[in-house]
């Protein structure tokens, strides 16, 4: 069986990776690394359609900036989002 319309997504789910450009077309999934509208799932949350992870994970946040939308930014954040801004940016130099 043959099916050319299947597209093949290396997912990563052990690493999350920085968008290498900001498209902002929908969400960006840190682990497939794709931009992709997101639609609520049946348990009520936005997840990506590929690997399925929810709009709640660190990672989607962080990269989607939905720390501000949703008023959640507390300090403790905002140092952890800055630490891992610093490490993509180091990681990306190499
Ligand atoms: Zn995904």
Known sequence: MQNTDLEVYEVDAYDAHAPKEQINKGYWCPYCRTWDYWK??????????????????????????????????????????????????????K
Do not use: H, P
Not at 47 to 53: K, L, P, S, T, Y
Not at 59 to 75: A, P, T
């Open 40 to 93: 609520t799932n049946r348990l009520g949350y936005k997840a990506c359609q590929i690997c399925g992870i929810g709009d709640s994970d660190f990672y989607v946040k962080n990269y989607n900036k939905l720390w501000n939308r949703r008023g959640m930014e507390s300090k403790s954040q905002k140092k952890k989002q800055e630490n891992i801004q610093k490490k993509v940016r180091r990681r990306s130099k």
